[in-house]
């Protein structure tokens, strides 16, 4: 995800980039970069005591959510919440497969353009006022694509079903492809074929939301629902303490198997250091950081017995503002890619809790390509390119725009920033901005280069490819375009041989990487500490809802 993102700081593992769309595994790596302070003595931030703990209580360490509108979400903060609390057609079950959720099933047409949800007639709304019909998903799916909405995820999740642009520019009354046939009955007309269009309903934006109680309400003037939403996940709202706590409680009437064995779950949303509260045993699962990552993976440490480390379905980059001059020159940004060390950044500064990136899609992903070269570091051929752009003198003035305001620059965008000095002769200041204002700077392309990363919201690399450079796309923030890019994505939304699709996208990928509207610069991993008695818990390489699997065992 991306503002068309979920968007979380990973300040984990002292990088403060912003990280779209990704997973409670990812935000785990907001805990450990500091071993020293106090973990607070189970109190909140104000002093005051946290609620005593209920048996089979997990306890987590997390960020306040941006938002807990499911048509709004656009960080992987918030989606670890709405995925808890909110429920759609589909997700993903904890082996990564598709599976229906409030749709018991669903038909497709032989031309493959017409899909039939069935809805279970048992899964009711949290207050149990009444259950969730074909109404309610046509409701919301329009929501989230209504311009009133100022949702900046709507469209691009959604923009498969006939009708979906039309509505979302404010030319129909409703989107023409969603019919509501009967109560059980929800039928999704798509304007082509796509081997992606159900995996992308697995987004917050196709989660049915209650109309009684979010109608009228946006994106930036959502009134007070969100405080105790009305939803139909596993887990309902118990109570949302702003910069203090978030308690979810189990939903009793929870329609999947297993429900939930939690007693509750609450997140400590603010305080003093990650590790230090979980050695105190005031949260139960945390991320390592840098800072005490060696430490941690010595055997001889107690700790190591509880550490694990997966690899995530993300990529952390630098992007360019591929229309405004001199990114708009292959060239100049070639140079600053191939200024840049990216093993230096992986192994050595960030102590291997990263891998680096040759290219866009992660390892896992359907798709990689493990015989990407990428652009190599390369400090000679670098000058040679910048010189035959114009020289170093093109690149005066230049800012990195980056989130994070009143913090110092992130490790890595200092060592980047040092090698294009050292490399280029080139002077980059990096300016940080109030996170919302990054967010909307970005979206409206008022950048000259900028840092984020990208997580997966379904593991297909048409959520990588498609979405973040088709130049027709409106999360292709660097604005990007090329036609030969373009005709082989295109290609591949249609092409139903698997391999060849996959090989569409992989000729894809090898003309952006040349191109080099991003550089590429690592892959995540989740290095987690976990309590002996928090059983079932897993690490989900993008977001999911997985608490429903877990339990406490003393």
């Known amino acids: 995800m991306e503002t068309r993102r979920l968007v979380l700081v990973l300040t984990g593992i002292a990088v403060v980039l912003i990280v779209v769309i990704g997973g409670l595994s990812l935000a785990l790596l907001a805990g450990g970069e500091d071993s020293g302070g106090s973990g607070g003595g189970n109190q909140q931030p104000d002093g005051s005591p946290l609620p005593e703990r209920l048996e089979g209580e997990l306890r987590l360490f997390g960020p306040d959510p941006i938002t807990l509108d499911p048509a709004c979400a656009a960080d ?6 709405i995925v808890e609390i909110f429920s759609g057609l589909v997700s993903f079950d904890r082996d990564l497969k598709l599976v229906p959720d409030v749709a018991s099933s669903w038909d497709v047409s032989d031309d493959g353009k017409t899909y039939t949800f069935h809805l279970r007639p048992n899964v009711l709304f949290h ?4 259950r969730v019909t074909a109404g309610d998903f046509k409701f919301s799916m329009e929501r989230s694509l209504d311009p009133d909405t100022q949702s900046t995820v709507g469209d691009v999740y959604l923009d498969d079903i006939a009708g979906a642009r039309e509505f979302a520019d404010g030319k129909a009354d409703e989107v023409s492809g969603i019919k509501v046939i009967d109560e059980d009955t929800l039928e999704l007309d798509i304007s082509q074929p796509s081997s992606v269009f159900v995996e992308k309903l697995s987004y917050p934006t196709a989660y049915v939301v209650d109309r009684n109680e979010v109608k009228g309400s946006t994106c ?10 009305n939803g ?31 007693s509750r779950v609450t997140y400590v949303l603010s305080g003093g250091s990650p590790l230090v509260m979980y050695e105190n045993d005031e949260i139960d699962i945390t991320g390592v950081g840098i800072n005490d990552i060696e430490s941690v993976r010595d055997p001889n440490n107690p700790l190591n017995k509880e550490y694990s480390e997966t690899p995530s379905l993300d990529v952390f980059y630098i992007g360019f503002n591929a229309q405004q001059a001199p990114f708009d020159d292959p060239k100049v940004r070639q140079a600053l890619n191939m200024a840049v060390d990216r093993d230096f950044l992986a192994n050595d500064l960030l102590a291997e809790l990263v891998l680096p990136a040759n290219g866009v899609l992660p390892p896992g992903m359907p798709g990689y390509n493990e015989g990407l070269d990428g652009l190599p570091f390369d400090p000679d051929r670098a000058r ?3 010189d035959e752009a114009g020289g170093p003198e093109i ?14 620059p992130s490790q890595v965008l200092e060592a980047v920033v040092a090698m294009w000095q050292d490399n280029l002769g080139v002077t980059v200041t990096v300016e940080q901005e109030d996170f919302g204002l990054f967010l909307r700077d970005i979206d409206q392309g008022t950048f000259q280069i ?27 923030e660097t604005k990007y375009a090329s036609s030969r890019v ?7 939304r249609t092409e139903k041989d698997e391999q060849k699709r996959l090989d569409l996208y992989r000729q894809a990928e090898e003309t952006i990487v040349q191109d080099s509207p991003w550089i590429p610069l690592y892959h995540g991993k989740a290095s987690v500490l976990t309590k002996p008695y928090v059983k079932g818990y897993f690490i989900p390489p993008f977001v999911i809802n997985n608490l429903r699997y877990v339990s406490i065992t003393e």
């Open 384 to 386: 040679q390119l910048l």
């Open 76 to 81: 992987a903060g918030s989606a670890e919440y």
């Open 127 to 130: 207050d149990r006022s009444r």
């Open 232 to 262: 139909t996940g596993p887990f309902r709202l118990k109570e949302w303490v702003l910069g203090q706590r978030l308690e979810l409680e189990p939903n009793s009437q929870y329609y999947l198997d297993p429900k939930p064995a939690l």
């Open 395 to 408: 690149l005066t003035d230049v800012k990195l725009l980056a989130s994070g305001q009143g913090a110092s």
């Open 450 to 476: 900028f840092s984020l990363g990208w997580v997966a919201d379904y593991p297909d690399p048409q959520n990588f490819l498609d979405i973040k450079f088709h130049s027709q796309s409106g999360n292709n």
């Open 486 to 492: 373009d005709s082989l994505l295109d290609q591949a």
């Open 220 to 229: 930036f003037e959502g009134g007070n629902w969100t405080l105790k939403p």
